[in-house]
């Protein structure tokens, strides 16, 4: 397992839209949970392959994909709470994390492109 601040938020963060997903199917909602439960959960298998990356430019590249998946997630968590299947509370949440994960992302990939050059 690993330890650092980006890599545990977003495993914690998979867990968290897991058991959203999981609320979701009860209610019979598949379109939308399908979408988030993969956008996600990327998020974390991103960074951590992102952990053996070959080089620098891949480093790079796999932590902007996560980056990419993070902000999708961040729709998908906008239009639940738009179409009633989350409220307020939950929305703030998980979006308040969401985007904890997207800033941690953004200054990560800020720094391997600064000591790249």
């Known amino acids: ?55 620098k430019a891949d480093f790079i590249s796999k932590l902007q994909i996560a980056l990419k998946e993070a902000n999708e997630t961040g729709y998908w968590l906008e239009l639940l709470y738009k179409t009633n299947y989350i409220d307020r509370i939950a929305y703030n949440n998980l979006n308040s994390t969401c985007t904890s994960i997207r800033v941690m992302l953004i200054s990560s990939i800020n720094t391997a492109k600064e000591h790249s050059k």
Do not use: C, P, W
């Open 1 to 55: 397992m690993r330890d650092d601040k980006l890599s545990v938020q977003s495993m914690d963060f998979a867990v968290l839209i897991i058991n959203l997903v999981k609320e979701l199917k009860l209610k019979k909602e598949n379109i939308i949970s399908n979408q988030i439960g993969r956008s996600g959960t990327s998020i974390g298998a991103n960074i951590r392959e992102a952990q053996y990356a070959h080089g």
